[in-house]
């Protein structure tokens, strides 16, 4: 028996749906350098799904003399430089399900800690409309690991987070998804996602599509709803 859809899947952008992660430590690097400083691929790593404020205060910290503004700023243009020149890198799987959903008739949001004009920008290299709506980091109060960019999006999306999966790459959007009540996939890139506590932990999206998401929120709704049961991993 066919278990049914959930109302929408909220995804993450940076590191599950596109994989741009590269393209952040290649901006961050010269950044320290120009003014003397040194980063290390482990500091890089320790940045992968911070709220760019924190980002912005740690390369303030390494000796990036500009405010958290202007540093985000010349980020954000640099990821998209790189993204204009080689094109807009997606994860295995991901724009495979994201054109089952749609034809699945489930709603999407993205749900990034990028600015919006770059969440928008990679939208709209999508040759379909992938998302219902975005909700970016200009868009929220309390960034990730808080659970308000999720609740944000199912509200805007007019659902019950209980009724949603989000899909994330590292430990705070787990965090955030988990916090937030949506039943929560892992799918690990940079940084392992062991022991967070996701809901399930897939290597890909490969081959995966709207029907193995229904099978992941059905399984573990009752779960996040009421939760009396043990978690699961997988």
Do not use: C
């Given at each position: 028996?066919?278990?049914?859809?959930?109302?929408?899947?909220?995804?993450?952008?940076?590191?599950?749906?596109?994989?741009?992660?590269?393209?952040?430590?290649?901006?961050?690097?010269?950044?320290?350098?120009?003014?003397?400083?040194?980063?290390?691929?482990?500091?890089?790593?320790?940045?992968?799904?911070?709220?760019?404020?924190?980002?912005?205060?740690?390369?303030?910290?390494?000796?990036?003399?500009?405010?958290?503004?202007?540093?985000?700023?010349?980020?954000?243009?640099?990821?998209?430089?790189?993204?204009?020149?080689?094109?807009?890198?997606?994860?295995?799987?991901?724009?495979e399900m994201l054109a089952?959903?749609?034809?699945?008739g489930v709603k999407t949001?993205?749900?990034?800690?990028?600015?919006?004009?770059?969440?928008?920008?990679?939208v709209d290299l999508i040759?379909?409309?992938?998302?219902?709506?975005?909700?970016?980091?200009?868009?929220?109060?309390?960034?990730?690991?808080?659970?308000?960019?999720?609740?944000?999006?199912?509200?805007?999306?007019?659902?019950?987070?209980?009724?949603?999966?989000?899909?994330?790459?590292?430990?705070?959007?787990?965090?955030?998804?988990?916090?937030?009540?949506?039943?929560?996939?892992?799918?690990?890139?940079?940084?392992?996602?062991?022991?967070?506590?996701?809901?399930?932990?897939?290597?890909?999206?490969?081959?995966?599509?709207?029907?193995?998401?229904?099978?992941?929120?059905?399984?573990?709704?009752?779960?996040?709803?009421?939760?009396?049961?043990?978690?699961?991993?997988?």
């Amino acid at each position: 028996m066919t278990s049914p859809a959930p109302a929408a899947v909220l995804w993450d952008m940076d590191g599950t749906l596109v994989d741009t992660e590269p393209f952040w430590m290649a901006a961050e690097t010269p950044l320290v350098e120009r003014f003397g400083g040194t980063w290390s691929h482990a500091q890089a790593l320790g940045m992968v799904g911070l709220a760019l404020e924190d980002s912005a205060r740690l390369l303030q910290n390494a000796g990036v003399p500009w405010g958290v503004d202007e540093i985000i700023a010349h980020l954000t243009d640099e990821v998209l430089r790189q993204l204009a020149v080689q094109g807009v890198p997606f994860r295995p799987g991901a724009r495979e399900m994201l054109a089952d959903l749609k034809r699945a008739g489930v709603k999407t949001a993205l749900v990034t800690m990028s600015m919006r004009r770059m969440a928008l920008s990679v939208v709209d290299l999508i040759d379909f409309p992938a998302f219902d709506i975005v909700v970016a980091g200009d868009d929220v109060a309390r960034p990730k690991p808080h659970p308000d960019p999720y609740l944000q999006a199912a509200e805007a999306l007019g659902v019950d987070i209980l009724d949603t999966v989000a899909i994330e790459d590292s430990p705070n959007g787990l965090r955030s998804a988990l916090a937030s009540g949506a039943v929560t996939l892992g799918v690990p890139l940079m940084v392992s996602l062991d022991e967070i506590g996701a809901h399930a932990l897939w290597p890909s999206l490969d081959g995966r599509g709207a029907a193995d998401l229904a099978a992941l929120h059905a399984a573990h709704a009752p779960i996040v709803a009421t939760a009396t049961e043990p978690q699961e991993t997988r």
